[in-house]
């Protein structure tokens, strides 16, 4: 059966109430597992590790078969004034200045990584994957998230596994909804993509969690999802590249798109 991966974005305590509810509907839909990108102190000002509700909230879900991914840091990433303006276009207008790991020093980046997962120790199980705030991966962040041992990591276009199929083609559905034409643009975008990733063997969908707050998008999403379950099964990101991307099954899929 092909595979559908929901992931929830930007999890963390100051965005609980709308990831609780994310997570809730789309149980109601059939999903009873995705991957929760947690950030370990939001912004710096929503430590994880000293909010027990926030723990007890995650540690429940992730005992239920959740898949927790660690999603930088901070996630925040403060413009500098040596920035070009290509760097700029993309950390700010583009992301909203949320490229944490964007042009993060190797040694940096091992720091704050492993400060994340000791933070995220409360949950008693390993994480393998690392998902960039924006998708926003520098070459030496990267060499870090490498180093640090996470398996895989995603971007916008892809799954990329460190020991297996070097780079998994798939380009996943999200919606920008920072402004009205934002909105209107991702809803035309997200429509015609998932119609072109119809036949594809994986279908990726990332939520934010103010995706739920506007009804046009949230109903997009929730339709999109309801279609896709006809003939794919919802998987998190682990079980799918344990399933098909690790070295003895990485000749099962085709390139996804
Ligand atoms: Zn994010």
């Known amino acids: ?7 929830v974005h930007d999890v963390s305590p100051l965005t609980q109430a709308s990831c609780d509810k994310i997570v ?6 059939g999903i009873g597992t995705a991957s929760l990108l947690v950030i370990p102190n939001h912004h710096g000002k929503a430590p994880v590790n000293t909010d027990p509700g926030f723990k007890e909230w995650m ?3 992730v005992r239920q078969g959740y898949e927790p991914v660690l999603h930088g840091y901070y996630h925040a990433r403060s413009a500098k004034p040596t920035d070009t303006r290509v760097t700029r276009f993309t950390t700010q207008f583009y992301t909203a200045g949320e490229g944490e790991f964007f042009d993060l020093g190797r040694e940096e980046a091992v720091e704050r990584l492993h400060r994340g997962m000791d933070d995220l120790a409360f949950l008693g199980r390993k994480i393998y994957g690392f998902v960039a705030p924006a ?37 996943s559905l999200v919606w ?16 015609r993509l998932a119609s072109r990733l119809h036949e594809k063997p994986l279908l990726r969908i990332g939520i934010h969690p103010a ?17 896709a379950l006809q003939d794919r099964q919802p ?3 682990e079980k799918f590249v344990a ?10 899929l085709p390139n996804g798109c």
């Open 135 to 171: 998708w926003l991966l520098g070459y030496e962040a990267e060499a870090a998230v490498r180093k640090v041992g996470f398996s895989y990591i995603t971007n916008v276009g892809s799954v990329k596994v460190f020991d297996g199929v070097h780079r998994y083609a798939s380009r």
């Open 24 to 29: 809730q509907e789309l149980r109601g839909l």
């Open 211 to 227: 995706d739920c707050e506007i009804p046009a998008v949230w109903s997009q999403v929730k339709s999109i999802i309801t279609a």
């Open 59 to 61: 540690t429940n879900l």
């Open 176 to 191: 920008s909804t920072r402004a009205p034409w934002r909105r209107i643009v991702s809803l035309a975008w997200n429509q």
């Open 243 to 252: 399933d098909h991307l690790e070295p003895a099954h990485n000749a099962q």
């Open 1 to 7: 059966m092909r595979a559908l991966v929901v992931s």
């Open 235 to 237: 998987l998190s990101y």
